[in-house]
């Protein structure tokens, strides 16, 4: 397949997902120059029909000796430039499941003059023939992928084009100021003098800018992705029950026998917006069991991937050794929040029994994980971590593709600072921002390449 310039091959996949049993209508798309004729081939339509553009018609398609009906199906024609790839476009409407669906594409694939289509194929004929951006590409499936509103809603200001205009509007920046400093070199004696403090301010302005985008690139990943919280202490200090509260569901198995969880457990919330992901892990303690040894190494694996790590103590009972070895085997570089739990169950030792350093944290939550009396202090802290409170008024979330050409196009920007402070001639100046104007380039598709639309469109579900 040549996937950097449009090819004239006819292309078809399923376009939406099928399980057996599920979905009532499932919808074939084929796009190119013989969509209409391939559709045509393989329909019955009684009666004399207009295959006019954006027009829906009825009919079934057959089997090859055109008498056999395979499924009854609505046709959507869309012809070019009108449509989502800019070529012409049918998209088939039959009934879901598996069967149906599958027999009508071998229908279509038999066809001599198409072909299967590639991984996110669709999409990117879209950005070739000029119908949509690079970054608007991106955003369709992020929208596809959303797993919460949050999520949908930064998708759908990336498919109106907010990406697309922000970077675009920063390299523009960046291409004044380079045409300026070119012109002084090839101009020099016929132009004013350039003021080199005034270009680094206009620079640093831009860097400034790319700064809050990159940082709104982390909350936008965990609006994304979601944020992933390992729940870890010592057997029986509630880490299941917290699950259960938490996910209000009866995820896991709750007794008063230590070592009851032996495998992780998952769970999904979704808080102002944000995925979290609850894992109940093992608890942390010296074992004989085989079984419990396994749960325990996959724990402590856990541990280092999480977002989030909540250690739980039993408050009632107060802080003890085995607590404080585990909170040092615990990452330093991964945010930690300390949960008292059982607080139901305290008594007037309790307060006591926990070492001041531990109450006076800022990152202790008392709980009840049976009451839920200290629920919302304990979602209140996850909230401040996933940083929610700034996630009202930034509608522009980097994905990790944009993201490190963002960080690479800022990094290009900071030498010139030291270009700047050494008093090099404009020459140097020009290295770098043309660097930084290229990374941005890529970043937008101004500047395309073979390999580049290869590794992003192939990361794309079939037929988008």
């Not at 879901?96 to 229908?107: C, M, S």
């Not at 070119?182 to 700064?211: G, H």
Request: proline share 3%.
């Amino acid at each position: 397949m040549n996937s950097f310039s449009p090819t004239e091959d006819t292309i078809a996949a399923i376009a939406t997902a099928v399980s057996p049993g599920q979905g009532s209508i499932a919808v074939i798309r084929i796009s190119g120059s013989s969509a209409i004729e391939i559709t045509q081939n393989i329909v019955h339509i009684p009666g004399m029909h207009d295959w006019a553009t954006h027009k829906v018609l009825y009919g079934h398609v057959t089997e090859t000796n055109q008498k056999i009906y395979i499924d009854e199906v609505l046709i959507l024609i869309m012809k070019g430039p009108r449509s989502f790839t800019g070529e012409d476009v049918v998209e088939i409407h039959c009934h879901g499941g598996i069967i149906a669906v599958q027999r009508i594409l071998e229908r279509i694939l038999d066809m001599p003059s198409v072909r299967r289509a590639e991984p996110g194929e669709f999409s990117q004929r879209a950005v070739l023939n000029g119908r949509i951006s690079l970054t608007q590409a991106e955003s369709i499936s992020e929208l596809v992928a959303a797993r919460s509103r949050k999520a949908a809603e930064l998708a759908i200001k990336g498919i109106e084009g907010n990406i697309q205009t922000t970077m675009l509007l920063i390299r523009n920046r960046l291409i004044e100021e380079l045409t300026e400093i070119e012109a002084r070199l090839d101009f020099e004696e016929d132009l004013p003098i350039l003021d080199e403090t005034q270009v680094k301010n206009k620079i640093i302005a831009i860097q400034k800018d790319l700064n809050e985008l990159i940082d709104n690139a982390k909350r936008g990943s965990w609006v994304r992705s979601g944020l992933k919280v390992a729940l870890t202490g010592k057997p029986n200090v509630g880490k299941s029950s917290l699950l259960n509260r938490l996910s209000k569901q009866e995820k896991a198995i709750v007794t008063d026998l230590p070592g009851t969880t032996r495998d992780l457990l998952e769970s999904e919330i979704v808080l102002e917006g944000i995925p979290i992901t609850f894992i109940d892990t093992a608890g942390l303690r010296e074992t004989t069991n085989i079984i419990e040894k396994i749960g325990i190494s996959r724990t402590k694996k856990t541990l280092f991937q999480a977002d989030l790590i909540i250690l739980i103590f039993d408050y009632s009972n107060g802080w003890n050794s085995q607590d404080e070895s585990i909170l040092k085997q615990l990452p330093l570089n991964i945010p930690l929040l300390i949960v008292g739990n059982k607080s139901d169950l305290k008594n007037n030792q309790s307060f006591e029994k926990v070492p001041k350093y531990i109450l006076e944290k800022e990152n202790l939550v008392i709980i009840s994980a049976k009451t839920g009396n200290g629920e919302d202090d304990l979602i209140n802290y996850l909230l401040k971590i996933c940083g929610s409170d700034q996630m009202h008024g930034f509608d522009i979330a980097l994905n990790e593709r944009q993201l490190d050409l963002a960080k690479s196009t800022l990094e290009s920007l900071e030498n010139i600072n030291k270009v700047f402070d050494e008093k090099l001639p404009w020459d140097f100046w020009t290295i770098d921002l043309r660097q930084a104007i290229n990374y941005l380039g890529e970043l937008t598709g101004e500047d395309l390449t073979e390999s580049l639309l290869d590794n992003i469109f192939s990361k794309f579900c079939i037929g988008k």
